[in-house]
């Protein structure tokens, strides 16, 4: 089955910008988005078709997809920011949606 | 607006069924897919299927394949999730979305908590 790979955390100064990665055998040629998730609430999606942002997502978070990495990058962290962030696609050969295991962002 | 509102908290014991419900507000039901992933305490987000009215599609992940059934009613905005045999690592937060993973999830309901325990 398909494998996503993401670190466990990222730690990040206000206003410094945060990288989260994902890894997966030629994501590039599959479509990736990523979810936040705040605790005790329902994820939120703030990237889809690897770099598009829904309405309502700030300019912030930028998303890229290339190879085998798909980034997910945020800008001028605010404190409102922290939380789980998953990346997401679906593989063609299981017919199944597969998630990575999340990164904790943390803002120091 | 779009909503989703889910059903309330199930306890369940091991081996029982658990019938789940989303009903869904402010778009045209029928054209979306609905996807549901749960969440065990303290774990990641893992998929666990998709019902399209649309298309009349439904995909399991392999670890409810047969013991899981999702369905949709159209009259009244609906989408259905029933999980048999339940066992303890069913226990789980289980969400509802607008959507399907090859295009997003847009909108998510607030989660529906499963306990299975005896």
């Known amino acids: 089955s398909y494998v996503l790979t993401q670190p466990p955390s990222v730690s990040v100064a206000p206003g410094k910008t945060a990288t989260i990665m994902c890894g997966g055998d030629k994501i590039g040629g599959k479509s990736v988005q990523w979810y936040q998730q705040k605790p005790g609430q329902a994820p939120v999606m703030v990237i889809h078709?690897?770099?598009d942002r829904p309405s309502g997502i700030p300019e912030r978070f930028s998303g890229s997809n290339s190879g085998n990495t798909a980034t997910l990058t945020i800008s001028r962290v605010e404190a409102g920011d922290e939380a789980d962030y998953y990346c997401h696609v679906w593989d063609n050969d299981s017919d199944h949606g597969v998630f990575g295991a999340g990164t904790k962002v943390t803002v120091l | 607006q779009v909503r989703l509102v889910q059903s309330g908290a199930e306890v369940k014991e091991p081996g029982a069924s658990v019938r789940l419900s989303c009903k869904t507000y402010?778009?045209?039901?029928?054209?979306?897919?609905v996807t549901w992933v749960r969440q065990a305490p303290g774990q990641g987000l893992e998929w666990t299927g998709w019902n399209s009215a649309l298309r009349g599609t439904t995909k399991y992940a392999q670890r409810v394949q047969g013991r899981v059934t999702m369905t949709t009613d159209t009259s009244t905005n609906t989408a259905y999730m029933e999980l048999r045999g339940l066992r303890s690592d069913d226990t789980a937060v289980y969400y509802c979305?607008?959507?399907?993973?090859?295009?997003?999830?847009?909108?998510w309901g607030q989660g529906t908590t499963v306990t299975v325990s005896s």
């Open positions: 402010g778009y045209t039901f029928s054209h979306y897919a």
């Open positions: 979305a607008k959507g399907e993973s090859r295009n997003g999830m847009d909108v």
């Open positions: 078709y690897d770099r």
